[in-house]
Structure formats: C-alpha cells, structure tokens
Nanobody
C-alpha cells in the first residue's frame, strides 16, 4: 500500500507563489508516475501535472503551463508543485496521486493512490 501526504497549502494573495509537497511512503517503489490534481467547490477534479518516477518527464495541463512546475526529489521520495503567479481561480483543494502505468495519466480514474489534499486559497 502506498501513502501520499500533501503539505504546503495555505492562504496567499493574488500574484503570489506556493510550493506544495507530496511525500510518498509505504510501497512507493511500485509507482511509476505521480500527478497533481485540484478540485474547486462544485467542480470536477482537474488534472494539473504529472512527473515520471525518474523525474525526467513531465506533462502539464494547458491551464497551468508556464505558471506551475512539477519536480521530484528522489532522495526524499517527494514530489513538488511550484505554483507561481497565483490567481483567485486557483483556489481549490490540491491532491497528489500515484499510478503504476507505463504512460502519463491525466484522468483521476487512472490513478491508484491519493493523498488527503491540501487547501490553497488565493485572495484578490
């Protein structure tokens, strides 16, 4: 079983930055990719970015390309999401998720393990 724990959320003003962390434990070695999603009230869960377990390959949603950066620290078993130039529309609960597949999944149902989420609020 894989455990994923997000941290780093909080309240930030528009234009600011936050870095989210996703720490993996348990059978984390079984994962091939880790992705970030977010879910705003009343909306579906939205794909943001995914990184290969090696950290060599990343895929981004068009909505965050250029503002968000996903990265991985192998030594810490942690994946990060650096979020810059935040907007009130970025307010949501942010989740990391793990998958054991040979491609870069962008749909929630393609992921096997999920964290509990961390809340990000961007004030105008």
């Amino acid at each position: 079983q894989v455990q994923l724990v997000e941290s780093g959320g909080g309240l930030v003003q528009a234009g600011g930055s936050l870095r989210l962390s996703c720490a993996a434990s348990g059978r984390a070695a079984s994962l091939t990719t880790i992705g970030w999603f977010r879910q705003a009230p009343g909306k579906e869960r939205e794909f943001l970015a995914v990184v290969s377990i090696s950290g060599d390959t990343t895929v981004y949603a068009d909505s965050v390309k250029g503002r968000f950066t996903i990265s991985r620290d192998k030594s810490k078993n942690t994946v990060y999401l650096q979020m810059n130039t935040l907007e009130p529309e970025d307010t949501a609960v942010y989740y990391c998720a793990g998958a054991s597949v040979t491609y870069y999944p962008t749909l929630p149902q393609e992921y096997d393990s999920w964290g509990q989420g961390t809340r990000v609020t961007v004030s105008s």
